[in-house]
């Protein structure tokens, strides 16, 4: 059976990322500059008007919709789709967590977004984690290697693993941003997160190939 991209829960993720923006229109006066980046000790380093700030994340998820719906139908995404369709769920969700605290910053609102960036991450790699062992050898979602690509036993077991340091990941993330709001503490715990699953499923897939 396959998923589309476009589910009821992706529909209703697209609604909520509408209505906050909508919502900041509304709440946020005329031109107030909003922040759209932040830097390494948590302070906001970037910003726009009110407008193009609120229209940014709707404007990235309708071409991130596009460019998945393409290539979700494309047959190198065979072995990925429901990886697809649930990374359009994870990105909406982060879209939305984002857009609302900007909205929440814009009315005067103390809000910590690296905190809340650092958890939500941790939460889109625990999901990402559960799905990537299920995933097929494909060349859109997955740990894609040369030797995972060219063996199916060798992308079960590195996607396998790689999954379950993703998922560990992303508990490290969340449970720090819980407990820590010290950016060099999230910082560190994300490069953590995300660099250790990489590295090591990379160096695990090559010595299992190389062993063959």
Same mark, same amino acid.
């Given at each position: 059976?396959?998923h589309?991209?476009?589910? &009821?829960?992706? %529909?209703? *993720?697209?609604?909520?990322? $509408?209505? +906050?923006?909508?919502?900041?229109?509304? @709440? /946020?006066?005329?031109?107030?500059?909003?922040?759209v980046?932040?830097?390494?000790?948590?302070a906001?380093?970037?910003?726009? &008007?009110?407008? %193009?700030? *609120?229209?940014?994340?709707p $404007?990235? +998820?309708?071409?991130?919709?596009?460019? @998945? /719906?393409?290539?979700?139908r494309?047959?190198?995404?065979?072995?990925?789709?429901?990886?697809?369709?649930?990374?359009?769920?994870?990105?909406?969700?982060?879209?939305?967590?984002?857009?609302?605290a900007?909205?929440?910053?814009?009315?005067?609102?103390?809000?910590?977004?690296?905190?809340?960036?650092?958890?939500?991450?941790g939460?889109?790699?625990?999901?990402l984690?559960?799905?990537?062992?299920?995933?097929?050898?494909?060349?859109?979602?997955?740990?894609?290697?040369?030797?995972?690509?060219?063996d199916?036993?060798?992308?079960?077991?590195?996607?396998?693993?790689?999954?379950?340091?993703m998922?560990?990941?992303?508990?490290?993330?969340?449970?720090?941003?819980?407990?820590?709001?010290?950016?060099a503490?999230?910082?560190?715990?994300?490069?953590?997160?995300?660099i250790?699953?990489?590295?090591?499923?990379?160096?695990?897939?090559?010595?299992?190939a190389h062993?063959k």
């Amino acid at each position: 059976m396959t998923h589309p991209v476009a589910t &009821p829960f992706n %529909l209703v *993720l697209a609604v909520a990322l $509408a209505v +906050a923006s909508i919502a900041g229109f509304v @709440l /946020v006066p005329a031109g107030v500059d909003l922040p759209v980046h932040w830097g390494v000790t948590g302070a906001a380093d970037g910003f726009l &008007p009110r407008d %193009l700030a *609120l229209l940014l994340l709707p $404007a990235i +998820a309708v071409l991130v919709l596009g460019l @998945l /719906v393409w290539v979700r139908r494309s047959a190198a995404a065979a072995g990925g789709r429901q990886a697809l369709t649930t990374a359009m769920s994870v990105l909406l969700g982060l879209f939305v967590v984002v857009q609302t605290a900007i909205v929440m910053i814009g009315v005067g609102i103390a809000v910590d977004m690296v905190r809340i960036v650092v958890l939500a991450l941790g939460v889109v790699f625990v999901v990402l984690g559960n799905i990537m062992p299920k995933t097929q050898p494909n060349g859109v979602v997955g740990i894609r290697l040369p030797w995972t690509l060219a063996d199916a036993a060798n992308w079960q077991a590195t996607n396998r693993l790689g999954g379950w340091l993703m998922l560990l990941g992303g508990l490290l993330m969340a449970c720090t941003a819980l407990l820590s709001g010290q950016p060099a503490i999230l910082l560190t715990a994300t490069a953590i997160g995300v660099i250790v699953p990489i590295l090591v499923a990379t160096l695990f897939s090559y010595r299992l190939a190389h062993r063959k």
